[in-house]
């Protein structure tokens, strides 16, 4: 990639890009997700959790983008608030499976509302084209070994 005189290398830099995309999608949102009483990291594991399967500790920490310890720590926690449940896996009782409780997605269900209409609105410079674009290509550097 060449750099156009006067430019600096992070302006085109795309973890750069993306890191200011991810602030600016998020920085309004938080205070949101502080009102209803969680951290960022409580908000990811519920708004993973809240529609989805039970997932292993390890398979939560790698969704929510945290190292494992942590969320082992956390997810206890959240289990002390009532809003996530720890259950032994059926198929290996060494693995601890996490879930939603009732009361866990009764609270970051209008999050979750919130997190769709904040997107709508930081995507509405887009084209219909665009954003499915973005997100294909997010998903496939996502992907990326």
Do not use: C
């Amino acid at each position: 990639m060449s750099q156009v005189a006067g430019e600096r290398f992070i302006d085109s830099y795309l973890g750069y890009l993306l890191g200011q995309a991810n602030h600016a999608l998020y920085k309004d949102f938080d205070a949101h997700v502080r009102a209803a009483g969680l951290s960022s990291i409580e908000w990811r594991v519920l708004a993973t959790l809240h529609d989805g399967e039970p997932l292993t500790v390890s398979q939560l920490a790698h969704e929510v983008l945290s190292k494992q310890p942590t969320v082992t720590k956390l997810v206890q926690r959240m289990a002390d608030q009532g809003w996530v449940a720890l259950q032994a896996d059926a198929s290996d009782q060494r693995r601890t499976m996490v879930l939603a409780t009732a009361a866990g997605r009764r609270l970051v269900k209008p999050l979750v509302a919130e997190a769709k209409q904040h997107e709508a609105r930081m995507l509405r410079t887009l084209g219909a084209t665009e954003k499915v674009a973005l997100r294909k290509l997010l998903e496939k550097l996502a992907q990326h070994p």
